[in-house]
């Protein structure tokens, strides 16, 4: 006996509902693999065009090093790809929580006089 017709609408909107939340995740993925190669372009681009003998580059590279400014550990990758809104705003505001650079910390400062110091040194 031949199943019935419900039965294969409600199997075929089932594998509908399964099809379309693996073309959510491959999109995705797509699209990080998009970030990630715009990422890769962007950094060759700039090593080739920079000249590491450059004056102002060796004069910027001195002041990073001075002030103890290292990269991050996992490359911050900027969200160049097509997303849906949502998506999209949720993955711009964590590319701006890992590019801003950590806030040095402050230590508060406070002038001294002569006499402040000797009773700070109990004399």
Do not use: C, H
């Not at 419900?6 to 909107?13: G, Q, R, V």
């Not at 890769?40 to 700039?46: D, F, G, K, M, P």
């Not at 900027?78 to 650079?101: G, I, M, N, T």
């Amino acid at each position: 006996m031949r199943e019935l017709p419900w039965t294969d609408t409600a199997a075929m909107l089932l594998a509908s509902a399964e099809w379309s939340t693996q073309q959510a995740r491959d999109s995705e993925n797509v699209a990080m693999l998009v970030d990630r190669d715009d990422f890769w372009l962007t950094s060759e681009y700039r090593s080739w065009i920079t000249d590491p003998d450059d004056p102002e580059v060796k004069r910027q590279r001195a002041l990073r090093k001075r002030d103890g400014r290292k990269p991050p550990d996992q490359p911050p990758l900027r969200p160049v790809a097509l997303r849906p809104a949502e998506l999209d705003d949720k993955r711009r505001d964590e590319y701006k929580a890992r590019a801003e650079p950590p806030a040095p910390a402050r230590q508060d400062t406070t002038e001294m006089t002569a006499r402040g110091f000797a009773a700070l040194l109990n004399m």
